[in-house]
């Protein structure tokens, strides 16, 4: 069923008894091209461009629980393509390209807005690097914009720009940065790999891999064996414990991340906002309520919730750049679990056992990167080379000594 | 979290700092054979388990000893505290 603007109106005349589900509940089938673990964000787009653009329909997407119940339901909602590094920056374009076209493409609405991103500067040092930050995504063809005092004045009138101890000079703005309705980008994704003949399987854990001579031919899962030619796990979160199963260890902790709504609100922030003295970025939702969020609490976790401390550190960010939120109270906050990566950077690339895919590793950053990281773990899948724009993100990279650590920080994941 | 330090009894979580997994006591030897490789494995792979985690508490805030803190990733309950020092030599180091 293709949706448009007619068939809501017809629909709407003839009691809304059209509407179908937007995917099937299939059995398991006993062999598959591709088995993807992890019906997520970046599981099921890997899913959509598999069918759409390289051509592999028999494809199944395994899942724990419900389709989009991880971290593609429990983040920000944030897209942007504002890195610095030449390993990351066309990597983060190429999504903001993909999110650009999205909703034509897969016919759903994502709600994807552009409204802008502003990342404050508060010194001249730090005005100088995001000059810098700003050329490198010019070079890579994304656009960026220094805005000045008196710029940022008429765009964000309430901001603190003479807080005494972080004032406000400026900011780095990318105007195609924005907000998309996160969970209707799994349920668009999984409606178009469905229908294209895609396998969603819920309900399904993988409780290990089948192994033969060094080489994986399928998974065990709590409803059976399920042969395949190649095996995609796609669990950031949980990306040590599945890959445990097949032997491996990984560069990656696993830590909480909590995020926060306010109550509704009258619409007053244009776009996101994000502080450049400590951790902090907000934007409102069309409902009104302020989305906001800042560092992840840096210790490993499973719990999928976190502690009151960086809560406080997180309102101390908001009220140091715009104190006007200080009278709004807090509706829901909530936590998920982050594949937090010894560079800060993710990973899509083969692992050392034949037969099966690697995808993880996205720290806080993989929302704005699931059409990117879908369509190059697709074109791995399809094709078993790396997307030239994804061709950094190897596991060995460490071991070569071609780490991307954007902040340079080092190996210490709570520092990312 | 409150962690009960061996010395200073009960303090809050937010006066240390994390570093990770407590097998960072454990350097590798740098004249062995394969120095290279076991740095690699030391420095950047984990076992990041599921449950029970033994990790590297700093207590910057208080008397700056470093812990290490038993306690379970899934609920955040904290089952045992000892001084790393004592880890260590415990485990066959010197100092």
């Known amino acids: 069923m293709r949706y448009s603007a007619l068939k809501i109106l017809a629909e709407g005349l003839t009691g809304n008894k059209g509407w179908r589900p937007i995917w099937r509940q299939p059995e398991p089938k006993a062999e598959y091209d591709v088995v993807i673990v992890g019906g997520g964000g970046h599981g099921l787009s890997t899913a959509y461009y598999l069918a759409k653009t390289f051509g592999i329909t028999k494809v199944a997407v395994l899942e724990k629980g419900w389709l989009g119940s991880g971290n593609i339901g429990r983040n920000t909602t944030i897209i942007r393509s504002n890195y610095l590094l030449p390993g990351n920056e066309p990597f983060y374009e190429l999504s903001l390209k993909l999110w650009e076209g999205l909703e034509q493409d897969f016919n759903y609405n994502a709600m994807i807005s552009q409204r802008g991103i502003v990342n404050l500067f508060h010194s001249d040092p730090q005005r100088d690097a995001y000059v810098r930050r700003g050329n490198a995504m010019r070079m890579a063809g994304a656009d960026a914009e220094l805005l000045d005092r008196e710029a940022l004045g008429k765009l964000c009138p309430y901001l603190d720009f003479d807080n005494a101890r972080f004032p406000i000079k400026g900011g780095l703005l990318q105007a195609r940065g924005g907000t998309v309705r996160h969970d209707a980008v799994a349920w668009g994704y999984a409606r178009g790999a469905d229908s294209r003949g895609v396998d969603l399987i819920q309900n399904c854990e993988v409780t290990g891999f089948l192994m033969n001579k060094g080489v994986c031919e399928g998974v065990e899962t709590s409803r059976g064996t399920i042969r395949a030619k190649k095996v995609a796990v796609c669990v950031a979160g949980s990306s040590s414990r599945v890959m445990s199963q097949a032997g491996l260890r990984l560069p990656i902790e696993s830590h909480v991340l909590q995020a926060f709504v306010s109550e509704g609100l009258k619409p007053v922030l244009p776009g996101v906002i994000t502080f450049g003295a400590g951790h902090f970025y907000v934007s409102q939702s069309d409902k009104g309520g302020l989305v906001f969020g800042g560092d992840i609490d840096g210790y490993n976790s499973y719990a999928q919730r976190g502690n009151l401390p960086v809560v406080e550190d997180v309102c101390e960010g908001g009220m140091a750049i715009m104190p006007m939120i200080g009278r709004a109270r807090l509706l829901r906050m909530w936590g998920g679990v982050m594949d937090m990566s010894m560079d800060g950077s993710p990973f899509i690339d083969k692992t050392p056992i034949s037969g099966l895919y690697f995808n993880g590793g996205w720290c806080y950053g993989g929302f704005k990167a699931t059409p990117a990281s879908g369509y190059c773990y697709a074109h791995l899948l399809a094709k078993d080379e790396p997307h030239p724009t994804a061709r950094e993100y190897r596991l060995d990279r460490f071991r070569r000594g071609h780490m991307i650590d954007e902040k340079g920080s080092g190996a210490q994941p709570n520092l990312h | ?95």
Do not use: C
């Open chain 2, 1 to 95: 979290m409150i962690i009960d330090h061996p010395l200073l009894g009960p303090r809050d979580a937010a006066e240390f700092v994390y570093l990770g997994d407590a097998s960072l006591i454990e350097r590798p030897d740098w004249q062995a054979e394969d120095a290279a490789e076991r740095f690699h494995d030391y420095l950047y792979l984990r076992d990041n388990p599921a449950g029970e985690h033994q990790e590297l508490w700093y207590h910057e805030q208080g008397d700056r000893s470093w812990l290490v803190v038993t306690r379970d990733t899934l609920t955040h309950e904290i089952l045992k505290v000892e001084l790393a020092s004592d880890v260590a030599r415990a485990r066959g180091r010197r100092k």
